[in-house]
């Protein structure tokens, strides 16, 4: 069983990353499969991330027939308001139950994958909006709804361009989704590694060295992956240790560790999903966003930097042995590689115009391209599994939140709240 749920799982998260990369890149229309509407594709993404979700965290220590079956059944109640989509859509006064009985399973399974993955507090709050929709025309004053027939607000948030396959997801399963393999490339091709032998090279022989190579390295990483999360876990296994080596107290360290991790998501040209939003929402062209960002991060870099010499100074903190310190010029030789494709995607961005989607692809295939001209022993299988199975791993809780918050919006937009 165990060997069964791998496979799902496997299956589920390189089914997410394949299907949006073709449709990213327009092949269903290319196929002459033209009928096919975005929110058919979203509904499909809806139920292989939540079906992905169970048997990633399962109930248990591992995932068995309950997770796998769940898998299933979700994958199945999303596909069929896909499949009958065109149908459904244009006969909206029709709700039987073959329709809102799958809509309430598929929700329900939702929320119940979203708790696995992200949490009570996320999901409860989501919840409880989404519960809103059946129950504001009770509220007193300002906070009273609009009474909807709850058929109706089921299959409003079931298959609706307002509900689950709306913006929000979409723009998760496409832009987010093609940074997340522009990020992806370069972590497979050892970009992290250089950011933190450059930063080393740089900065860690000055007072506070280490704690200083956190915020610089975090910052350079922050710039191909909008992840916090990911950027302490990249960066923090090196820079800890040597802050607590050289005095640094082990929760400061942590504390300038998550600090620097943090302002990753404002830090261009890649950006956290929010900035894809904000381009989405208002219009706007995502290198606006890119400009707009520019300088609250590099501020906040420069005073987090300047607070860490702050504090090495009136602790008396001392630098790395210069004989422990890797040289700029070697770790430019040997990591020029890394720099060439963010060149490239803000070339796209800003001089070409390339869609953004497309603009992150293409710069990660220049990574790739790169990585097996300079690094001929790299593995093709890690490569692969990288850029389809671990993207999407990646992408289940972003997918999951932008998925929920299409019941969030469906229930403000339905009820007049």
């Not at 995502?286 to 906040?300: E, T």
């Not at 890797?326 to 040997?334: T, V, Y």
């Not at 590689?337 to 800003?350: D, G, K, Q």
């Not at 850029?387 to 289940?396: P, S």
Request: proline share 5%; with cysteine; net charge neutral.
């Amino acid at each position: 069983m165990t060997f069964l749920a791998e496979w799902v799982r496997r299956a589920y998260l390189a089914a997410i990353t394949i299907l949006s990369l073709l449709w990213v890149f327009d092949v269903p229309l290319q196929l002459g499969w033209g009928g096919i509407v975005q929110e058919q594709f979203y509904l499909v993404i809806a139920g292989l991330v939540t079906g992905a979700g169970f048997v990633q965290a399962p109930f248990g220590k591992r995932p068995g027939w309950i997770e796998v079956t769940l898998a299933v059944v979700t994958l199945l109640v999303w596909a069929l308001a896909a499949f009958n989509f065109g149908d459904w859509i244009v006969d909206p006064a029709n709700r039987p139950p073959e329709r809102w009985i799958p809509g309430l399973v598929a929700i329900a399974l939702l929320l119940l994958s979203l708790y696995q993955n992200v949490g009570f507090a996320i999901t409860l709050t989501m919840g409880l909006i989404g519960l809103y929709g059946f129950v504001g025309h009770w509220f007193p004053g300002v906070f009273e709804g609009q009474y909807v027939e709850p058929r109706r607000l089921i299959l409003y948030y079931y298959y609706d361009s307002n509900g689950v396959p709306g913006l929000v997801l979409g723009v998760a399963a496409t832009l987010v989704l093609c940074f997340i393999v522009f990020s992806k490339s370069l972590e497979a091709a050892g970009a992290a590694h250089f950011f933190d032998r450059l930063a080393m090279a740089t900065f860690g022989g000055y007072r506070g060295g280490p704690a200083k190579v956190a915020v610089v390295s975090s910052g350079l990483f922050g710039m191909i992956n909008g992840s916090p999360v990911a950027n302490v876990a990249s960066s923090g296994v090196v820079t800890i240790p040597l802050m607590t080596r050289t005095g640094i107290k082990p929760s400061m360290a942590a504390g300038i560790e998550a600090t620097a991790s943090y302002a990753g998501q404002i830090t261009p040209p890649v950006m956290g999903a929010t900035a894809f939003l904000i381009a989405e929402f208002l219009q706007i062209p995502y290198r606006d966003v890119v400009i707009a960002a520019a300088i609250p991060a590099a501020l906040f870099y420069l005073v987090l930097f300047l607070q860490v010499d702050i504090y090495a100074a009136r602790n008396g903190l001392v630098g790395l042995p210069r004989s422990e310190l890797p040289r700029a010029r070697d770790a430019l030789a040997e990591g020029w590689i890394f720099i060439v494709p963010i060149a490239v995607l803000v070339y796209l961005l800003f001089w070409e115009g390339t869609r953004v989607q497309k603009a992150a692809i293409y710069a990660a295939a220049v990574m790739v391209l790169l990585a097996i001209i300079k690094q001929r022993s790299l593995s093709w299988t890690k490569l692969v599994e990288a850029m389809t199975v671990g993207v999407g791993r990646e992408m289940v809780p972003i997918l999951l939140v932008s998925a929920a918050a299409g019941i969030v919006i469906g229930s403000l937009n339905i009820s007049g709240l």
